[in-house]
């Protein structure tokens, strides 16, 4: 028990680290809740076995509040690998709401609480005690299919996505989503025989916990060391970067915006950072300090946003209602229609068609006349 408190320790010291941290605060903070969560929950496991639980303000507090958040994990672990890549993780938030599937025990003891209080339920804790044990052992099921899936994601965001993130960056993400993955396993190895009612009892009298609570503190101490060495390279990387001068900067600007605004060069559906350098004259080192530094932009995000408009644009003219979603697109320089729903939801928040259907003069009409 002594490694699973430790690891809760040190869970704790690297996320108030990464939370206090003022470099890539998306990315460290996302980091520092998926640390405080995996944290919680061990401290959750020692706290029962040395019956600390005894204590009535403590096991008050372990009934009312959820100790072993889960949940959230998963989207936790895509986010943060899409930050690290430097990838928008504002309009995520509504991956966080099946955390109510963690509050369930949590609503279970205020509703028997607040049903006795007002004498609408009988002040008989036993059945509600068995519906609460029970919940929790069949609550791991969506819990493991939410963490595998966004695990998932994450892994197929690296192999799809090019990112302008440092290689060790890149390096550190690709280890994490494998450690995860062989958690994974470990797990659903401890959870088939978990949940069938006949062998419950007889995981938790032979193996307890320790199996994966084991593991998963020698994960927080790994992520937790590892996190904070690439956040400090992270930021050593970015005091080293070339500081362009004031002058190379407005030109560089001038002439990008040049290239998109006035050439479209954005429609080319073959364009890269070498036909852009190749059509202003600047170095491709150049335009992309002046899109990272400068801009807070990537090449793929800068170039997708003058397509993302122009589809907009052709959206609300007459004489492209003839022509289907997809074609539009590609006219505005997409060359694939995944890339295309993904980059339009990430920069609208809403699907291309439902960007239409609000944006159609008709709805509009209707709508003013409501």
Known sequence: MTIILLGAVQGFIVSGLLFGSRKNKS??????????????????LYMNYVDWFRIPILRFLGEVLPMVIVMPMGPLIWMYTRAMAGRPVKKLRRHFWPVIIDCGPMMAVLIFVCGVFLGLIRPVAAPWGRFIDTYNVYADIPRWISMSAYIWMAHRFLQTTNSKAPATSLKWLRQLIRVFLGFQALWLVYLVPYVIPATTDFMLDTF???????????MIYWMGIRGVMVNYQAEGVAKKAAVLAEEVVEKAVGLLKQSMEEDRLYLNPNCNLSVLAQHTGLPNKTISAVLN??????FNDYVNEYRVR????????????????????????????????????EMTGMSPTEWKKANDPKTLLKSGYD
């Open 208 to 218: 307890d916990w320790y199996p994966l609570y084991v593991p998963m503190a020698v």
């Open 27 to 44: 990315a460290n903070r996302l980091l520092a809740w998926l640390l405080f969560f995996m944290a919680l929950a061990s401290l959750n």
């Open 293 to 298: 530094q400068h801009l807070s932009k990537s």
């Open 310 to 345: 122009d589809f907009q644009k052709r959206m609300l003219e007459p004489g492209q209602a003839h022509l289907t979603i997809t074609g539009i697109a590609f006219d505005c320089g997409f060359n694939s229609q995944t890339t295309f729903q993904r980059t339009f939801k």
